[in-house]
């Protein structure tokens, strides 16, 4: 059992890995051309931030950040960029489900788009007002060199902050669901409790971190929990893609992921009356 868990995981990881790789090296490519895309009308930041929050890996919510705290997004438009992304496990629904994946991206991309604009309607007259003076790090302009790519990029982020991580929490999913189809019946427990698992996938998606939301990927892979689940864990968690705003400002990352629960929570209750 051990060595077909191990087994999977590494192929997962490297099917993460080859996917990454691809994704940086384009961010390289196009890094520091969002903030004139942006410039404009507000459903130019709408439709920029979900396209950058639903691009895989934590890249995309890392721009979309360093946008807000220049002051380039609006508080709705990095709530529907947050909504977009899936972080890192991305990646692992590409590997294991693409269909299903390509489109839970599609519907988290269309529900940033919507929630965009609900956000910025509601948060005045709930008098929330965003930091006004986030001044976040942009990403370095060095010149990627050959060598500067494989030891900052590849090794650095890559390989270290990500990779192992990913190996790490597949190898426990894989392993905790194992043990719990064999010796408890958890398929029927979740069956039987459907709307208590879809409330711990959306509070399990508040951590911001990547790897936890795994568990609710490789349920669904399983066939052990229906598409609502999965999407309603996806639409709350944005992987570690928060965590350079909660460094500088506690109260925008507390409201921008209180937003974030809320509706993610609305949406699973629709979800759960349409049983869906």
């Given amino acids: ?8 995981s590494i192929k997962i990881s490297l099917f993460v890995f080859g996917m990454m790789v691809l994704v940086d090296f384009l961010s390289i490519l196009t890094k ?4 004139e895309a942006i410039k404009g009308k507000v459903w130019r930041q709408y439709f920029v931030s979900s396209s950058l929050g639903v691009t895989p890996g934590c890249l995309g919510a890392f ?6 705290g220049h002051g380039l997004l609006s508080l709705g438009a990095i709530v529907g960029g947050m909504i977009a992304t899936s972080g890192d ?26 929630f965009s604009g609900v956000t910025d309607f509601l948060a005045p007259r709930l008098k929330i007002r965003p930091c006004e003076e986030c001044i976040l790090h942009e990403y370095h302009s060095e010149k990627a060199s050959p060598r500067h790519y494989i030891v900052d990029h590849l090794w650095g982020h890559i390989i270290k902050k990500h990779l192992i991580k990913i190996f790490l929490w597949t190898f426990l999913a894989l392993l905790v669901l194992e043990f719990g189809l064999k010796n408890w019946d958890l398929e029927l427990f979740v069956q039987n409790n459907l709307g208590w698992v879809m409330l711990i996938a ?22 052990m929990i229906p598409f609502s689940v999965l999407l309603v864990s996806s639409f709350v968690q944005d992987g570690h893609g928060m965590l350079p705003l909660f460094s500088y400002s506690v109260k925008d990352f507390i409201t921008i992921k209180a937003f974030n629960l809320g509706f993610g929570l609305i949406l699973g209750i629709i979800l759960l009356i349409l049983k869906l």
């Fill in 89 to 114: 496990e991305a990646f692992v629904m590409l590997s294991l489900f693409p269909e299903n994946a390509l489109l839970l991206f599609g519907i988290l991309f269309l529900s940033g788009l919507f």
């Fill in 1 to 8: 059992m051990l060595f077909e868990i191990l087994k999977e």
């Fill in 63 to 68: 721009l979309n950040v360093s946008l807000y």
């Fill in 32 to 35: 520091g051309r969002f903030g």
């Fill in 202 to 223: 959306a509070l399990v998606g508040v951590i911001p971190e990547s790897g936890p939301h795994l568990i609710f990927v490789m349920m669904f892979h399983k066939g």
